[in-house]
């Protein structure tokens, strides 16, 4: 926000040297009205121009607050030497219990912005400017539709350099060329087929059914017999509509009872091979058995032979 005030006596009074005064460190968030009073009335006269640039104040502690500043132009070095002597260091309490001191000092930039604004020569004067007379007297004419001139006759003569007229002469030859190859190409083959008088063999076989000479098929039951490849799935697709479809369920009855016939095996002779394994052990144990006592037997007789002979 800039502020600039300025008056009629103060302009007139405005000499060539110019005593700029700047003002920092102000409160953030004060404005002019608030700010004059503090001047003191001793020094107000004296300013013959102001500009007041407002701070801000952001809210937390991530970026800082900007201070506001103030621009004053004095009539004399005195009066600005006196202001900046008796205003440097004044404390001002903002609203918020803050306090502030001003920093007063001659601002490095002493250029003012002009207060007249100077008048054009040139305001109101176009309706006397040729270039405008000239434009409104095109604007009143009838403007006729003056097509471009035809390129075929504006063109101008193509240039050729050597290396234009090299490029065309091998440029031709590869055309003589290749039209030479397909001439002797043509030739050569129209002399072999004006050789061939004989017409196609046609085949001997056809289709009893429909007729045709291709993808032929013999009849494995009828030697001599010919079908194509259609015939043939067209007669299976006929056998197999035509065929009696057996019930679903007749066919599970019949495989659940050859499951009951097929357990049934299993467990008779699982069993018998069980029965005979038995047999087989008990016999075994039973000639152990016997073996043992047996030689049991032999061995006391030994025993009680030795014994009466050493006796």
């Not at 040297?17 to 700047?22: D, N, S, T, W």
């Not at 002597?85 to 219990?97: A, E, L, M, R």
């Not at 305001?123 to 006397?128: K, L, S």
């Not at 000239?134 to 097509?147: A, I, P, R, T």
């Amino acid at each position: 926000m800039v502020q600039s005030i300025d008056t009629a006596d103060s302009v007139a009074k405005m000499a060539k040297e110019v005593f700029k005064v700047v003002v920092r460190l102000l409160p953030p968030e004060i404005t002019m009205e608030q700010l004059e009073p503090t001047f003191g009335e001793a020094h107000l006269p004296a300013m013959m121009w102001k500009s007041f640039q407002a701070g801000k104040r952001y809210k937390g502690e991530s970026k800082p607050s900007r201070n506001s500043r103030c621009y004053m132009q004095f009539e004399s070095l005195e009066e600005a030497e006196a202001f900046v002597k008796d205003y440097h260091g004044h404390s001002i309490v903002d609203g918020q219990g803050e306090t502030f001191r001003a920093v007063a000092c001659f601002a490095p930039y002493q250029k003012v912005p002009r207060l007249k604004s100077q008048k054009d020569p040139r305001d109101g004067t176009i309706e006397d400017d040729a270039t405008y007379k000239e434009f409104v007297e095109d604007l009143s004419k009838k403007k006729v539709y003056v097509g471009p001139d035809d390129p075929r006759k504006t063109r101008e003569k193509e240039t050729t350099t050597p290396l234009i007229e090299h490029i065309r002469q091998k440029a031709k030859e590869r055309k003589e060329r290749s039209e030479r190859r397909i001439k002797d190409r043509n030739q050569k083959w129209k002399g072999y087929m004006d050789g061939i008088t004989e017409e196609p063999k046609k085949s001997k076989f056809k289709c009893s059914e429909c007729g045709t000479a291709r993808s032929l098929e013999e009849d494995p039951d009828n030697r001599g017999t010919f079908y194509c490849t259609p015939c043939w799935e067209s007669f299976e697709t006929e056998s197999w509509e035509a065929a009696p479809k057996k019930s679903k369920k007749k066919k599970k009855d019949k495989d659940k009872e050859e499951y009951y016939e097929e357990s049934w095996e299993e467990e008779t002779t699982s069993k018998k091979k069980k029965k005979k394994k038995g047999k087989d052990e008990d016999e075994w144990w039973e000639g152990y058995a016997e073996d043992d006592s047996e030689a049991r037997r032999k061995k006391e007789e030994e025993r009680q032979g030795s014994r009466r002979v050493g006796s």
